[in-house]
């Protein structure tokens, strides 16, 4: 049985250790011992470039932002799509994360980082899209373990209220957000309805034929035909009565 080899290591912005693992042709990145990515599991990743660029197949010359650059294997899946005009942003926070995919995946995605229609960032992708505005016909997010922060409480800036509606403004009028999630996430679902998305929900495999592993795909626009077919659709929870309604059913005038 072939050992887990430590390759590299290095410290998040909160202090904890991040781990490079190899085991056989596979790769794994682990926080504090927990794994948050492995490379024999990335068809959520692809899912994640296929929903978010759905419709931006045709276009001459779109342009995206992919936030976190994890495994390669989002940003490759979007450059497979993308037409040869198209220009893809990619702003990854830590630096080791980018000096990995140049030495150890390039094997595993093809080199995405070398294809020239990429534009890396290295920081912080809130201040790049704080800075944007009617910038990108979609932004994909897969930070962290999504809404729910796993390596950074920090990150909730971006997947709060304010965050949000900064990710708003920084897509085209029929642009689309879509955010990869651990886990489903009601309060997020009507947070994005609440910054005046249309909103769907798509249940994704972890791995290829996976049925039993599971992640999640949110994608919204202002525009809703501009959002890829099927998933669910979230609703929005019943208002409640005026108290005028409330005394009328009550038979009190």
């Not at 990150?155 to 920084?170: D, E, S, T």
């Amino acid at each position: 049985m072939k050992p887990r080899i430590k390759l590299a290591t290095a410290r998040t912005p909160d202090g904890s250790e991040m781990m490079l693992r190899q085991h056989d042709r596979d790769f794994s990145i682990t926080i504090n011992g927990q794994e948050l990515m492995n490379s024999r599991q990335h068809e959520s990743e692809l899912e994640l470039a296929r929903l978010g660029c759905a419709l931006l197949a045709g276009r001459k010359s779109p342009r995206i932002l992919i936030g976190g650059l994890g495994l390669g294997y989002t940003l490759r899946q979007a450059l497979d799509m993308l037409s040869p005009h198209a220009k893809v942003v990619v702003c990854e926070l830590l630096s080791a994360v980018v000096e990995w995919n140049r030495e150890f995946f390039g094997e595993l995605n093809g080199h995405p980082l070398e294809d020239e229609r990429v534009d890396l960032k290295t920081g912080d992708i809130v201040e790049l899209i704080s800075r944007s505005k009617s910038r990108f016909d979609a932004i994909l997010l897969d930070i962290d373990n999504g809404p729910s922060a796993m390596t950074d409480s920090g990150n909730q800036r971006l997947y709060g209220r304010k965050g949000i509606r900064a990710c708003r403004r920084a897509l085209h009028e029929q642009g689309c957000l879509a955010v990869w999630s651990a886990e489903p996430s009601k309060s997020f679902e009507q947070l994005l309805m609440n910054c005046n998305f249309h909103v769907r929900r798509f249940r994704v495999p972890a791995y290829k034929g996976s049925k039993s592993q599971s992640c999640f795909v949110f994608v919204a626009s202002e525009n809703k035909t501009a959002l890829p077919p099927g998933g669910g659709e979230p609703r929005r929870p019943r208002k409640n009565k005026s108290k005028r309604n409330q005394r009328q059913a009550q038979g009190i005038s």
